[in-house]
């Protein structure tokens, strides 16, 4: 079995940031991209950033130069960090990663539970 664990998110002011987390655990054959989703309430979920397992990343122009992807491939960790954040960031972020368990299983995707963040004042 395999989980994918979020954390970091909350409430910020806007022009704040936050650092999500996103932690891979269970059988892990090969974990190959990360990324990062968000879904505003009323909205279809959209990409924000991706990064491959040699750390290639990109992004959604709507958070190019304020957000950064990152992982820790010995610890199979995600992270996003988010900086000058705006009210319209505001959304349920979800963590997505592209494993195999086993060396003869194909990849598939898997899906955190989301963590919410909200920038207000």
């Known amino acids: 079995q395999v989980q994918l664990v979020e954390s970091g998110g909350g409430l910020v002011q806007p022009g704040g940031s936050l650092r999500l987390s996103c932690a891979a655990s269970g059988s892990i054959f090969s974990l190959n991209a990360m990324g990062w989703y968000r879904q505003a309430p009323g909205k279809q979920r959209e990409l924000v950033a991706a990064?491959?397992?040699?750390?290639?990343?990109n992004y959604a122009d709507f958070v190019k130069g304020r957000f950064t992807i990152s992982r820790d491939n010995a610890k199979n960790t995600g992270y996003l960090q988010m900086n000058s954040l705006k009210p319209e960031d505001t959304a349920v972020y979800y963590c997505?990663?592209?494993?195999?368990?086993?060396?003869?299983?194909?990849?598939?995707?898997?899906w955190g539970q989301g963590t919410q963040v909200t920038v207000s004042s």
């Open positions: 997505n990663a592209h494993l195999s368990r086993t060396a003869w299983e194909l990849s598939r995707d898997y």
């Open positions: 990064i491959s397992s040699g750390s290639g990343a």
